[in-house]
């Protein structure tokens, strides 16, 4: 078992998420969890997983519409799938920090006794794309991912 993962989720290559991908791999298993549908790419030194229909229907899970953009949680399966972690990391491409030491800070939450971290987590309004395809639930969440 593999506990830390970094998890890029990516339809794209990036030079400075590449760049602090080495840095981050010194401490956690880095994975690239990637749409290739329209770009070609590799983050060299790092294992890659296809975020593709294939894969999508190995779990179980709905191909539907633009799950590729709508289904971030769908990277995190298929991580998890590869390694049964403990702890994970889940980020995109379009993120930038604000930090020269990115293992630092990861590792600043490591005794954070969290199961989610994430933003903008709140109770969803019925116009949010999901609520009206989730049932059973009195209430449905929405968080920025």
């Known amino acids: 078992m593999t506990d830390k993962v970094f998890i890029l989720r990516t339809h ?4 400075y998420w590449h760049d602090l991908l080495k840095e981050i791999s010194t401490v956690f298993q880095v994975l690239v969890v990637a749409d290739f549908s329209k770009n070609k790419f590799i983050y060299s030194g790092f294992e890659h997983i296809p975020l593709d ?10 191909t539907q519409g633009n799950y590729k953009w709508r289904c971030g949680d769908y990277a995190f399966y298929l991580a998890y799938q590869r390694y049964q972690f403990k702890y994970a990391w889940m980020v995109e491409p379009d993120v930038r920090l604000n930090t020269d030491d990115i293992v630092s800070l990861l590792n600043s939450f490591e005794h954070v006794d969290s199961d989610f971290l994430c933003t903008y987590y709140t109770k969803a309004d ?13 209430h449905v969440y929405s968080c920025f991912m």
């Open 53 to 62: 229909d294939q894969n999508v229907m190995n779990l179980g899970l709905s």
């Open 12 to 15: 794209y290559y990036d030079e």
């Open 126 to 138: 019925k116009n949010w794309y999901w609520t009206d395809k989730i049932n059973g639930y009195d």
